[in-house]
């Protein structure tokens, strides 16, 4: 089926290219904006402000958790003469140490292990294998629509930090149940580079055992080191605070119809500027829709600014950020009697990301010179219509365009998918996705390609909103396995 046309798109309402260089400044300005700190507050308030600037009402949800955010470290081999460690980064939410440290014997793992009982009072070293992103596995998780141009497909087996973080098995809670004083996590199969600062997992929660992760040089010194019988002091200072706020925002832009929304979403925290920029895709629809008479749009549209994407342990109601969102405001998508019906959703993130990838043999890692593969999940065909319409006039393009298959979705349109809303949803994974960067990382993107994507998106909503909603149809569910609810657990380590 051919989309409907909608309203023609007028480059003149979007902000100029020189705001949206504006909002990139200013959010890498704020540094890491890890969940609840003083960044991410700065962030958000930034990004409700901006959207109060266009007319909108922007509302609040105050959440509340346990703030975990390290501020010293050091690993230190002790045997003989003491000899200082680079370090990667700290484990996310693992653990502190007093400013000395803990001192124990190294005990070597080779990979992760089921049990700790072996390094009881010593300080753990286990091995993690970088995986590797394959076009089998993608195709296992996902259905492939479209490659647009053909070579945006995954061509070949790629190394990517993300995927070995998340599904490390590590477990820090068994660790400390087994009385281990603390963890050393070693990058292997890797560029030392391309692991340097990762704030990797973001999906654990406060387990009291401190744990940091160092790449493959100083991983081979410590596996030395364990075989010598050494042993290690490891500091890691945190900040841990209990019951700090964070906010979700979101704003109501009201069409003609009042029974029907399209809701625009994304998160606001984020250790770089790549992660999370879907808020200046946020702003910039916002600016877009407003500058339109009333007359003109038929559905309301829902932006929505979620936050704990990076600490969903606690924050994400068992999902995504934005689930938490959905649970809490059934009035303004699920249907029921008195509320709003989503017919459809766009789910911005990761924006204008170049390709940064390590070569054949693993020993380097920088840019390509090539973008960066846009992951986009279209959820049925009328979604999948709407996007090919909507980038034919990019001149900068690598979309590979999929469905989710045995219920497996990654980002935060995944929330919009469970509960039956059909989206399209931008989700690149460049390998410096999680990195934390101090200068927010701005190398790292193009802004042209970023406001072609977010002419794309402007254009699908146009689109979408001119289209009856019997025609919009359902989300397209392949059955969920075994496969999908494997696949699911091992994003996130116990």
Known sequence: MAPFSGLT?????????????????????????????????????????????????????????QRWEPETWTLTITGGVPQKL??????????RTQSTGVDGRLVWFSGAPNSFRHAAGKIAVVNV????????????????????????????????????????????????????????????????????????????PYTNCPALWVGPAAGDLLEAACKRGDGANLV?????????????????LPGTDANETIIVNTHSDGPNIAEENGIIGVLALANYFTSLPLA??????????????????????????????LDHHPELWDGALGHKRAVAGLTLEHL?????????????????????????????????????????????????????????FLGEAEPLFDSGIPSI?????????????????????????MYQQITSFVKSLLQIDAIPTASIGNVDRD????????????????
């Open 236 to 252: 890691l200072e945190a900040r841990l605070d209990d019951r700090v706020k964070t906010e979700t925002i979101y704003a109501v």
């Open 352 to 408: 204008g990301c170049l390709e940064w990838k390590e070569n054949d043999l693993g020993d380097s890692y920088g840019p390509t010179g090539a973008l960066e593969r846009e992951l986009v999940y279209a959820t049925n065909a009328t979604m999948q219509d709407v996007y090919r319409a909507a980038v034919k006039d990019r001149t900068k393009l690598r979309s590979l365009v999929v469905e989710p298959r045995h219920g497996f």
């Open 9 to 65: 798109f007028e480059p003149s309402r979007l902000p100029p290219d020189e705001k949206v260089s504006a909002w990139v400044e200013t959010i890498s300005q704020f540094g890491p904006r890890l969940t609840g700190n003083d960044a991410h507050r700065r962030c958000v308030d930034f990004v409700a402000v901006e959207l109060e600037r266009t007319g909108l009402t922007v509302m609040r949800d105050a959440r509340y958790f």
């Open 129 to 204: 294998q970088t995986r590797r992103l394959s076009p089998f596995i993608l195709r296992l998780l996902t259905k492939r629509i479209a490659a647009l141009p053909a070579d945006a497909d995954l061509m070949r087996t790629e190394r990517t930090p993300l995927l070995s973080g998340l599904t490390s098995r590590v477990s820090l809670r068994r660790a400390g149940e087994a009385g281990v004083l603390g963890v050393i996590c070693v990058w292997r199969g890797c560029a030392e580079d391309d692991v340097e600062n990762q704030y990797l997992p973001f999906t654990t």
């Open 296 to 325: 003109w749009r038929q559905r309301t549209i829902v932006f929505v600014v979620a936050t704990g994407h990076f600490q969903l342990s606690q924050l994400g109601n068992g999902g995504q950020a934005t689930k938490a969102w």
């Open 425 to 449: 949803s931008l989700c690149p994974l460049p390998n410096y996705l999680c990195v934390v960067s101090k200068d927010g990382g701005v190398e790292r993107l193009d802004l042209d390609l």
């Open 479 to 494: 059955f969920t396995s075994f496969i999908g609810k494997f696949a699911k657990s091992i994003f996130v380590s116990s």
């Open 86 to 95: 680079r370090v990667a980064y700290p484990f996310p939410y693992s653990g």
